[in-house]
């Protein structure tokens, strides 16, 4: 059964840091893995991505120099840092993947596989 699970949301405050966790049940060599997250009333919008092959990285320009993203193909992980957080990243966040998928286009919708999100709040 194809599956992606997203972990290490939480509660934290202003300029503190989160380390979230996607962990596919198949193996992500060759798959570009995405994250995209969802704030309440808006949409769903795409905000890393890392490559399968030279493991190459893309940010969404609001996250640039705060977040990083770097995986673990021999755990099937993919992980995103995230410092400095602000109260305007809190969202849900998802990871995505899929055989179309493809980091020069990470914001968009081909992907196929999502987990079921992990919660980030940021508020003092």
């Known amino acids: 059964q194809v599956q992606l699970v997203e972990s290490g949301g939480g509660l934290v405050q202003p300029g503190e840091s989160l380390r979230l966790s996607c962990t596919a049940s198949?193996?992500?060599?060759?798959?570009?893995i995405g994250w995209f997250r969802q704030a309440p009333g808006k949409e769903r919008e795409g905000v890393s991505c890392?490559?399968?092959?030279?493991?190459?990285?893309s940010y969404v320009d609001f996250v640039k120099g705060r977040f990083t993203v770097s995986r673990d193909n021999a755990k099937n992980t993919v992980y995103l840092q995230m410092t400095s957080l602000k109260p305007e990243d809190t969202a849900v966040y998802y990871c995505?993947?899929?055989?179309?998928?493809?980091?020069?286009?990470?914001?968009?919708?081909?992907?196929?596989?999502w987990g079921q999100g992990t919660q980030v709040t940021v508020s003092s």
């Open positions: 890392i490559s399968s092959g030279d493991g190459s990285t």
């Open positions: 198949f193996s992500l060599d060759y798959y570009d």
């Open positions: 995505v993947t899929g055989e179309a998928y493809d980091c020069s286009d990470y914001g968009g919708d081909t992907y196929d596989y």
